[in-house]
């Protein structure tokens, strides 16, 4: 929480840092740390007839309500909470509907982000919301200025904000280039010290019982605390980055590795913020080392199942190597005839006067043991063999081969889920294909669309100045063409049949790529793994990829193969899904050889219960992990019942699909001539 604190000051010290995500578990108080943070924010001065808060002392000459006629007026700074489902048109404002229609004019209303200039801009859940509009807030807080083009509306206006987000990384994650536009990060976690616990707890029950005395006996803290972020503001300008503090921070961000040049200008401005909030006007190595930790960890990844972190051992040595040498103040005389004996050139190990004292080692024997090459001594006792394991023994997990591009695998039809990456659908986003009478409330209205119904009947309305006489039935809403994500389900023979180790390698790999995919593709995952004497759900359905390449790097193989239950269960799976998010539709990809223990009444129990998964439409890939000279088609057979496409995992890859394209382009050019 120290972390945590001290990322939201800095940012409030300067806004240019560029934000906190703030990461952690649920119930750690994140947004309890960030609402508390406007409260200590200096209140500003606002021209009194902007509705984008413009400075009286310097109005920006862009804003839409310029020029400013009525004087300034003192208020709090702003903090403003963006709801998970808000709307791009809510977020950069929009036409004003009712004075376009209504009175003929053209009128822009300010959105959030004309709301929140000057203040802080909170944004919890931040990776439920969806991409295009991560991308939009991002890139308004990178440039400070907002640009609105849409609907006829050409708009500039400031916004200069400071951007918080929290996120419970368990239910997805960011994608790693909308990581890099936050400038720090911050990995909180509930502490298990039962004292602090208790006092969390006491603190809680004294201000339900009076919140404003017990606000009250913290106001001078917050008083001072407010007033050390102001002298920090002020003194800002005066501190000086010198060159060898950007050298440390320079090294530090290539010793790293991280992308392009973004974190070495965040770390600047963070080690700059430092100094302003210690009362200096200098940079030091501690600030610098400060801003790495608060900076680099989520710059650090190098693919989506990565965690973030940074290794502070590499970090001190990165910069020792790049410090500013210290001028000796007391030299060691030298040895001027090169003998050994003059002083500070003892003959010790370390170059001291006298040899260091020997200190015992574990690894040293005592004079009292027996040498091991002594003929009497005892021979250590064998240690016990233990049986192989059987086919039917579970055995340890094996690692997951390297993730690779796969082939796209998409639900058939048209859907009207969550905007993502999969399959087609219409959703809110997208290109616009037609216009259609809205089904309940108006949410994208077609303009041009609800012009044309309503213009021939003007006349018979009475219709005599500019404003439109509209009804009802006149208007039109868009229709947009985009792609959903999907629940993609998998269904993982974990039993013995599967668990020869360089196979389990590589069907975990050609998992591990598939939920990879999942990842890019913004769909949710599930995991059902069948072995033994049942089926599990190992991860039910979440947007938190990385939970499931966990659970798939911990997944233990053997045992009986009761492949019907894996596909009951699948089917149980999906029909509670269907309860909670009828729109979002599934993709069933079951990972298996098609083998089951019992026989034919086995294989034929499975087989029915692959025509209840088929019945329901579920759309289903089976990966066909069977392999030997000897195959017996099983899984393709499964795939059948189905009505799945059985893939192989040569097959699998996207490369291959396109090398066997370009393979058989040639004869058919030979054909066709």
Known sequence: MADLRLALLLNAVSPAVGGVLVRGEKGTAKSTMVRALAGLL????????????????????????????????????????????????????SLDLEQALAQGVKAYEPGLLAQAHRGVLYIDEVNLLQDHVVDLLLDAAAMGRSYVEREGVSVRHAARFLLVGTMNPEEGELRPQLLDRFGLTVEIAATRDPAERAEVVRRRLAYDADPAGFAAGYLADERALAERIVRARELLPAVVLGDPALRQITAVCAAFEVDGLRADIVMARTAVALAAWDGRTAVLEEDVRQAARLALPHRRRRNPFDAPGLDEEQLDRTLGEHSEPEEPTDPEPTDPDGDGDGPGDGGGPDGGGAPAPETPSAEAPSPDAPSPDAPDAPEAPAAPQLPAPGPSRESAPVAAGEPYRTRLFKVPGTGHGARGRRSPAETDGGHTI????????????????????????????????????????????????????????????????????????????????????????????????????????????????????????????????????????????????????????????????????????????????????????????????????????????????????????????????????????????????
């Open 434 to 673: 037609r216009a259609c009478r809205p089904q309940g409330a108006l949410t994208r209205l077609h303009l041009s669309a609800t012009l044309r119904a309503a213009a021939p009947h003007q006349l018979a309305r009475g219709r005599t100045g500019r404003a439109l006489r509209l009804r009802t039935d006149d208007f039109r809403e868009q229709v947009r063409k985009g792609r959903e994500s999907n629940l993609v389900l998998f269904v993982v023979d974990a039993s013995g049949s599967m668990a020869a180790r360089q196979r389990m390698t590589a069907v975990k790999g050609a998992v591990l790529s598939l939920l990879m995919d999942a990842y890019q593709r913004r769909d949710k995952i599930g995991m059902v793994t069948f072995r033994g004497s049942g089926a599990e759900l190992a991860l039910p359905p979440t947007s938190s990829v990385e939970v499931g390449a966990a659970r798939l790097e911990l997944l233990p193989t053997g045992g009986r193969t009761p492949l019907a239950a894996g596909l009951l269960r699948a089917h149980e799976v999906l029909r509670l899904e269907r309860v909670r998010d009828p729109l979002r539709r599934p993709l069933l990809v079951v990972v298996t050889d098609g083998r089951a223990t019992g026989g034919r009444s086995a294989l034929a129990e499975a087989g029915r219960a692959a025509g209840l998964l088929a019945a329901q439409g579920t759309a289903a890939v089976v990966l066909d992990c069977e392999s030997g000279p000897v195959r017996l088609g099983l899984a393709r057979t499964l795939a059948g019942q189905l009505n799945a496409a059985a893939v192989t995992l040569d097959e699998l890859r996207a490369e291959g699909v396109a090398a066997l394209v370009h393979a058989h382009r040639p004869s058919t050019q030979r054909k066709a001539a």
């Open 42 to 93: 200096p209140s500003i001065a606002v021209a009194a007839d902007c509705r984008f808060a413009c400075d009286p002392a310097a109005p920006d000459p862009q804003c839409p309500d310029a020029p400013h006629t009525a004087g300034g007026q003192e208020r709090p700074a702003r903090l403003v909470e963006l709801p998970v489902g808000v709307t791009e048109d809510r977020i950069v404002g």
